[in-house]
Nanobody, 121 residues
Framework: QVQLVESGGGLVQPGGSLRLSCAASGSIFSINTMGWYRQAPGKERELVARITSDRRTNYADSVKGRFTISRDNAKNTVSLQMNSLKPEDTAVYYC???????????????WGQGTQVTVSS
């Protein structure tokens, strides 16, 4: 099996910064796209940013220029640097990875347990 463990959430004032990290472990042959999603109360889960294995990225319009996604393929980790945070960034943030567990296997979608980010004064 594959586990994703997130860390780095918390409470921050508007304009502040946080860095989220996610580490994948377990039966991993390769990891394709990794990404961060978020879900605010009463809203659907939405894509924040994602990065391919060759480090192509895309971002939600609401976070462009403020958030930066990166990954370390050797360590199977993905990070999200969040700057200039706004109250509307408040949500539970989830890490997702497309993982292939065997050389001839198919990609499976795995999720972390989520980490709370609260932006408030």
């Amino acid at each position: 099996q594959v586990q994703l463990v997130e860390s780095g959430g918390g409470l921050v004032q508007p304009g502040g910064s946080l860095r989220l990290s996610c580490a994948a472990s377990g039966s991993i042959f390769s990891i394709n796209t990794m990404g961060w999603y978020r879900q605010a109360p009463g809203k659907e889960r939405e894509l924040v940013a994602r990065i391919t294995s060759d480090r192509r990225t895309n971002y939600a319009d609401s976070v462009k220029g403020r958030f930066t996604i990166s990954r370390d393929n050797a360590k199977n980790t993905v990070s999200l640097q969040m700057n200039s945070l706004k109250p509307e960034d408040t949500a539970v943030y989830y890490c997702r990875a497309g993982v292939v567990t065997t050389p001839r296997g198919y990609e499976g979608s795995y999720w972390g347990q989520g980490t709370q980010v609260t932006v408030s004064s």
